[in-house]
């Protein structure tokens, strides 16, 4: 019932020109007491969104490496998916608590996945809430248990956290982004990890200036003209709606300026689909704003062209977890401006390697500062670059897993 995962082929050593000797040196040691390890990443989908972005490139990593790893995707049907769509929002904050039939279906769907879970397995890494009662309810399944927290929990709703947390805390390890982030109650072993990005994945590999135009072009996008561009879900804590604020005020001093907003779409999510279409209300058919989908053909590659040909990157979030987008847009060594909230201070520094905001002026007048100084976009894409190169790319994400699985053994 439990669907594992198909993971094509990663290779460490094409990292060491990007991340250097010594990093890919301290993984192979780290993981050679560790090898033929049955490990088994567990998540609610593979397709979407910032765990399975990593689970793609870290499954085929820790396997390089000499260990045993699947990737399966819990079983659940729509009733299930509803209830942890309102879980995950209400554990970012919002007011809407599950109903007792929520609750319910989130239970009972998670004793069906423990009745089905394979055993044997010497690490099980369970990721975000969706599938959190495992552990408690089939413990004898692997030798150790990690929750693997990928969401924001510093201002949760009481009602839900105090719900979920006797199944979080149970176990003996976790893996949160930021400290901010670890609830209060929480037990065992806590460990703090960002998350980081694939720089080889087509989404993030080195493109021509040529190859990005050309694809940007087929856009509609006036490749001799500046563009602003935001890389994000139509949600109102990326605030898309801000950075079509921001635009007009830039464009009032640089008419010529355009915006892409370039986000991804499922098919099941009703609210996504509203936030969408009021977006594209609020853009008042402006022929220089263009928002674009993955029913639109957006995918990797057209990011990664969007990103690698834009004048000014933004992330004008209000919230947010972590932010992969943030990292993947400053790996392009372009000027990035963002929301000053969340993990997005950890991966920008104000005025070093891009700009924190947090108005929609601000965000204009930076835009405008870029625009006006190519040599300053330089200096902060560059400047940016190198700080993800040390900080945010999948080998360190590697090395911190492998300590933990290498901590729980000891
Ligand atoms: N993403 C994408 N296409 C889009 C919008 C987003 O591939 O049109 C990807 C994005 O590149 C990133 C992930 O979805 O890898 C979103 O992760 P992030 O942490 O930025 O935000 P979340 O959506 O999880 O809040």
């Known amino acids: 019932m439990l669907q594992p995962v198909a993971v094509g082929h990663k290779f460490l050593s094409d990292y060491a020109s990007i991340v250097g000797r010594s990093l890919i040196d301290e993984i192979r040691e780290l993981a050679e007491p560790l090898k033929g390890r049955r490990v088994l990443h567990l998540s609610a989908t593979a397709f979407g969104g910032g765990v399975s972005e990593i689970l793609y490139t870290m499954v085929p990593l820790m396997r390089d490496v000499g260990l045993d790893v699947e990737w399966h995707v819990i079983y659940g049907r729509e009733e299930f998916f509803n209830a942890t769509k309102v879980m995950h929002n209400a554990l970012q904050g919002n007011p809407q608590d599950l109903t007792d039939e929520q609750w319910d279906s989130w239970r009972s769907y998670n004793e069906m996945n423990a009745r089905e879970l394979d055993g044997g397995w010497d690490h099980v890494v369970v990721h975000d809430p969706q599938p959190a009662a495992l552990h408690t309810l089939a413990p004898e399944k692997s030798k150790h248990w990690i929750w693997r927290c ?3 929990l510093s201002t949760p709703n009481p009602r839900t956290i105090e719900k979920l947390l006797p199944y979080i805390k149970a176990y003996p390890a976790s893996v949160f982004h930021m400290q901010q982030y670890v609830p209060a109650g929480m037990e065992g072993e806590i460990n703090i990890v960002p998350p980081a990005i694939d720089p080889l994945a087509p989404k993030n590999m080195a493109f021509s200036p040529e190859d990005a135009v050309y694809i940007c072009e087929q856009f509609g996008i006036d490749v001799d003209r500046p563009l602003m561009c935001q890389v994000s879900r139509f949600d109102p804590w990326k605030d898309p709606l801000g950075v079509i604020d921001a635009y007009r005020i830039v464009k009032e001093r640089m008419p010529e300026v355009q915006l892409a907003l370039v986000g991804s779409m499922a098919t099941d999510d009703p609210e996504g689909w509203d936030f969408f279409n009021a977006t594209v209300a609020h853009a008042e058919r402006d022929p220089d704003i263009h928002i674009l989908n993955n029913f639109n053909n957006v995918g990797a590659i057209e990011v990664n062209a969007f990103q690698s040909h834009a004048d000014v990157l933004i992330q004008k979030s209000t919230r947010e ?18 929301g000053n909230v969340g993990g997005i201070p950890l991966q920008v520094e104000d005025g070093v390697s891009g700009f924190l905001v947090s108005s929609v002026e601000e965000t204009a007048q930076r835009t405008i500062e870029i625009l006006a100084d190519p040599t300053l976009g330089r200096r902060l894409g560059r400047a940016g670059k190198e700080h993800v190169r040390r900080h945010f790319l999948m080998p360190r994400l590697l090395r911190d897993w492998l300590r933990i699985f290498a901590t729980l053994e000891a």
């Open 150 to 152: 990928h969401i924001d």
């Open 321 to 338: 977890g972590f932010g992969l987008t943030v990292s993947e847009a400053i790996w392009k060594a372009r000027p990035f401006i963002g």
